[in-house]
């Protein structure tokens, strides 16, 4: 399984990604699909199986939507930390 996505840890592009509020792994806010960014929003995928706060969490590897030339062209997430994995 997959370590998942948290807040603060820079994505592809350089930009941090953002995560919950309430909900953390490893002290950082879980980051979400189609609520949360790196960026731009972050489109996932994500988990099928996992969700907080009612949305799929992010896997490293998910999409972010492109906000710029390259290297925000076709940024992806993340994981920042080991502590906590999840159904990909």
Do not use: W
Request: aromatic share 4%; hydrophobic share 30%.
């Amino acid at each position: 399984m997959p370590d998942i996505c948290v807040a603060t840890t820079a994505a592809t592009c350089g930009h941090s990604q953002t995560g919950s509020s309430r909900v953390f792994a490893d002290g950082r806010g879980i980051c979400r699909v189609n609520t949360d960014s790196g960026g731009g929003i972050i489109t996932g995928p994500g988990s099928p199986k996992v969700f907080v706060e009612g949305d799929n969490i992010s896997l490293p590897g998910d999409a972010i939507t492109p906000h710029g030339n390259y290297p925000h062209a076709s940024p992806t997430t993340v994981a920042g930390q080991e502590k906590v994995t999840a159904a990909g």
